[in-house]
C-alpha cells in the first residue's frame, strides 16, 4: 500500500549520506490565500519507489497558485538549514526525470531552485526564485509576463517578475517535456551571464512539483535521478 504524507509534512525518501537526500511535502502554501476549497494527497510506493500526488481544488482566485505537491532535493530556505553550496562551486546539478500528469484545470510541471546570499539560509535571505517549466495547461502564466529572452533552437523563453521580495526568474519550455533532464547548470550560468544572479550567491534546494491553482488530477513521478556536486 502506498505510504500517505499529511499537509504540511516533509518525509525523506533517500540519503545520499548527508541528511540532504530526495524528500516528498505535501505543500499547500496558497491554500488560504487563494482561497480555494478542495483536498490534496501525495504519496511514495516503498516497492516500485515511485511516488507522486493527485488533487481536487476548485473556488479559488484566478492566477493565484493553490498548491505544490513536491519532490526536493536540499532543503527550502524556511528551513533555516545549510545550503547545497555556493554557485561558483557548483559542479554539476542535474536532474533526469520522468513523469505522468493526468488532470484538468490549471497547472503546470516545474522545476525550481532557490538561491540565498548565506550558508544557512531563511527567507529573509532570498536573492532570488528560478523556475523551469517543463509542462503546463490551461491559464496559467510565468511571473512577467512577456518573455525577455529567447532560445529559439531549444523552444525556451525567460520570463522575469518579482514577488514583490526578490526577483522570480523562469524558463519556459514551449512544448511539454515528460521524460527528459534539467541540467541546471546552464540555466544558471545564462543568468550569471545576464548579470540576473551573483556567482557568490548560495543554491538552497532543487525541487519539481505541479503548481496548480485549481482543477483535479494526478501526477506519477516515475524517475527523479538527481546528479550534485561541489
Same mark, same amino acid.
Do not use: C
Given at each position: 500500500m502506498p505510504v500517505q504524507i499529511p499537509a504540511g509534512s516533509r518525509v525523506s525518501l533517500d540519503h545520499y549520506g548527508d541528511g540532504r537526500g530526495l524528500a516528498l511535502e505535501n505543500n499547500q502554501w496558497g491554500k488560504q490565500d487563494?482561497?480555494? =476549497?478542495? $483536498?490534496? !494527497?501525495?504519496? /511514495?510506493?516503498?516497492?516500485?519507489?515511485?511516488?507522486?500526488? $493527485?488533487?481536487?481544488w476548485n473556488g479559488g482566485q484566478p492566477h493565484k497558485v493553490t498548491a505544490y505537491p513536491e519532490v526536493m532535493f536540499g532543503y527550502k530556505p524556511w528551513s533555516r538549514r545549510q545550503t547545497l553550496c555556493r554557485l561558483q562551486a557548483l559542479q554539476s546539478l542535474r536532474v533526469d526525470y520522468a513523469f505522468n500528469t493526468e488532470a484538468s484545470g490549471h497547472w503546470n510541471?516545474?522545476?525550481?531552485?532557490?538561491?540565498?546570499?548565506?550558508?544557512?539560509?531563511?527567507? =529573509?535571505?532570498?536573492?532570488?526564485?528560478?523556475?523551469v517549466w517543463v509542462a503546463r495547461h490551461g491559464d496559467i502564466n510565468p511571473a512577467g509576463g /512577456?518573455?525577455?529572452?529567447?532560445?529559439?533552437?531549444?523552444g525556451i523563453s525567460l520570463h522575469e517578475g518579482h514577488t514583490g521580495q526578490w526577483p522570480i526568474y523562469t524558463f519556459a519550455f514551449d512544448q511539454a517535456l515528460f521524460e527528459s533532464f534539467v541540467d541546471w547548470r546552464w540555466f544558471l550560468n545564462e +543568468?550569471?551571464? +545576464?548579470?540576473?544572479?551573483?556567482?557568490?550567491?548560495? #543554491?538552497?534546494?532543487?525541487?519539481?512539483?505541479?503548481?496548480?491553482?485549481g482543477g483535479q488530477g494526478?501526477?506519477?513521478?516515475?524517475?527523479?535521478? #538527481? $546528479?550534485?556536486? !561541489?
Open positions: 487563494s482561497g480555494a =476549497n478542495g $483536498q490534496q !494527497a501525495v504519496w /511514495y510506493d516503498e516497492q516500485s519507489r515511485d511516488f507522486g500526488w $493527485q488533487w481536487n510541471a516545474a522545476f525550481e531552485v532557490w538561491l540565498t546570499n548565506s550558508a544557512i539560509a531563511t527567507e =529573509n535571505h532570498i536573492t532570488a526564485e528560478i523556475m /512577456y518573455p525577455t529572452k529567447t532560445w529559439p533552437q531549444w +543568468l550569471v551571464m +545576464l548579470g540576473r544572479i551573483s556567482n557568490a550567491d548560495h #543554491v538552497t534546494s532543487v525541487e519539481f512539483g505541479n503548481e496548480i491553482i494526478q501526477t506519477r513521478v516515475r524517475r527523479f535521478d #538527481v $546528479q550534485f556536486s !561541489a
